[in-house]
């Protein structure tokens, strides 16, 4: 995943959880299909201050199925 990819779910996501619905979000994925649920946390990894690496990170939701992660290189889109 390159840093605009990274930058643009991680920007959306905090609109979406910071100034939108609290409705589950749905987490349309690059293989077609499509996660719904609230987030319960997000992990964020690699190149931040002083520490070198790729960014990447994690979110773990809680949907009608249970709990579920899904990584943000997974994400194509999420409304």
Not at 5 to 21: A, E, P, V, W, Y
Not at 31 to 60: C, H, K, P
Not at 62 to 68: L, V
């Amino acid at each position: 995943m390159d840093d605009a990819q990274f930058s643009n779910i991680d920007r959306k996501l905090f609109d979406r959880l910071h100034r939108g619905s609290l409705d589950p979000i749905a987490f349309h994925l690059a293989d077609g299909r499509t996660l719904r649920g609230q987030v319960i946390e997000i992990r964020r990894f690699g190149a931040a201050g002083n520490v070198v690496g790729a960014l990447a990170g994690e979110i773990r939701l809680a949907g009608d199925s249970g709990e579920i992660s899904v990584s943000y290189a997974q994400i194509d889109h999420l409304e």
